[in-house]
């Protein structure tokens, strides 16, 4: 077992369940390289297990996941140049320039990653509590199941905070729904736990302070199934989803996400691959905060 930094991985029930736990809560679990690497360490070990039946995703702290770490001195640091560096930052096309390298690494640490844990070969459930944002939608995404708390809210905030046009792994038109995808996309706005509930994007909503151990609870009767049987629901419903397009449309929005990188490279002369104050954008400390999305307000 690798000796993990940014999260905790243990198997509970006679090794039936795997729970894996984003161990950044300083940060609210944004996703620095490293963790997102050691993520991908985790998902083999529970693949590789033969006792493994269902795996739980989880954070530690008040929020799941913030989304993508967008400046935390660890991060920062990753990035390099210098003596902790992160050693993927230079392969994978790190090494490439201009848009390539954006694009090969975006493609292997935020896209392909994804969809691979997407086909995961055991069931997965997303366990979320506090503000899910942006990048943080597309790690439950990739699981086969959701569960919240009430605390949970979900907003992908790129297009208003970054003029980005959603996330790497677009599954928004899939789990919102075409004209809700849009409007949360144009808008930034938030949906809470019952709404996402009503959507069908979450599977149940615990009181909070009950998620750690209902979550369980429902991991439970899942792993009690023959392991044969629950891997081919999950192969059976993939396999109709990416008929009906989904893996296609994945790629499609990846690429127009990668050309909408290019444009503010452009606009900034090589200075940013986002939109920042300097080309228009509302600075960080200035941005209001998230508005709730509400049915009778504009």
Request: aromatic share 8%; hydrophobic share 40%; proline share 4%.
């Amino acid at each position: 077992m690798p000796d993990y930094r940014w999260l905790l991985y243990e198997t509970i029930d006679d090794g039936r369940i795997a729970l894996i736990t984003l161990n950044r809560p300083r940060q609210r679990n944004a996703q620095s390289r490293g963790l997102l690497v050691e993520l991908g360490q985790a998902f083999d070990a529970a693949e590789a297990d033969d006792a493994v039946r269902v795996v739980i995703l989880r954070g530690n702290g008040t929020s799941f996941s913030a989304g993508h770490d967008m400046g935390s001195k660890e991060s920062v640091e990753e990035d390099g140049p210098g003596p902790n560096e992160h050693p993927t930052v230079s392969i994978n096309g790190g090494t490439r320039g201009g848009i390539e390298t954006r694009w090969l690494q975006e493609w292997h640490y935020y896209f392909n990653n994804t969809q691979r844990w997407r086909d995961l070969r055991k069931i997965t459930i997303a366990s979320e509590q506090g503000p899910v944002y942006s990048a943080g939608l597309m790690l439950m995404w990739a699981c086969d199941l959701i569960v919240a708390d009430t605390t949970a809210t979900f907003a992908d905030v790129v297009g208003t905070r970054l003029g980005m046009c959603g996330v790497e792994y677009l599954a928004h038109p899939w789990e919102f729904g075409v004209r809700k995808a849009k409007e949360l996309l144009l808008t930034g706005d938030s949906i809470d736990a019952d709404e996402a509930y009503r959507l069908g994007m979450v599977s149940k909503v615990f009181p909070e302070g009950h998620l750690v151990d209902d979550t369980v609870e429902f991991a439970r009767r899942i792993a009690a199934l023959p392991s044969v049987t629950s891997l081919m629901i999950k192969e059976a419903v993939n396999q109709t989803q990416d008929n009906q397009g989904f893996h296609n449309a994945l790629n499609a929005a990846f690429t127009i996400h990668e050309l909408n990188h290019a444009h503010w490279a452009m606009v900034s002369d090589g200075k940013a691959w986002v939109q920042t104050e300097e080309t228009g954008a509302v600075g960080w400390k200035d941005a209001p905060p998230i508005r709730a999305a509400q049915k009778g307000t504009p």
